[in-house]
Nanobody
Framework: QVQPVESGGGLVQAAGSLRLSCVAS????????MAWFRQAPGKEREFVAA????????YYADSVKGRFTISRDNAKNTVYLQMNSLKPEDTARYFC??????????????WGQGTQVTVSS
């Protein structure tokens, strides 16, 4: 099983940028999809972006399309989430996940502990 480990969260002002990183350890496979989800207090975990490992096909939630970019570095077993034009509503704990793919949490069986992103207005 793949075990993701996130880093890169923090506090940023609205309109600012942050880059999250996720290193995937364990039995990685080209068949995996790596994804980012987020969860704000009192809300359900929601899909943010995903990247298929073998062909780099990416897909995004409508709420972040055009502002966030997911990318991967095969050699480093790392996936990144570049977040630009951040808004206060992007404030959440961001989780990296590995699995067969999709926009639902049950499509992923490896989860990191999460990293907090706070956007001040």
């Amino acid at each position: 099983q793949v075990q993701p480990v996130e880093s890169g969260g923090g506090l940023v002002q609205a309109a600012g940028s942050l880059r999250l990183s996720c290193v995937a350890s364990g039995r990685t496979s080209m068949g995996y999809t790596m994804a980012w989800f987020r969860q704000a207090p009192g809300k359900e975990r929601e899909f943010v972006a995903a990247c298929r490992w073998y062909d780099s096909i990416t897909y995004y939630a409508d709420s972040v399309k055009g502002r966030f970019t997911i990318s991967r570095d095969n050699a480093k077993n790392t996936v990144y989430l570049q977040m630009n034009s951040l808004k206060p509503e992007d404030t959440a704990r961001y989780f990296c996940a590995a699995g067969r793919g999709g926009r639902e949490p049950d499509g992923y069986d490896g989860w990191g502990q999460g990293t907090q992103v706070t956007v001040s207005s």
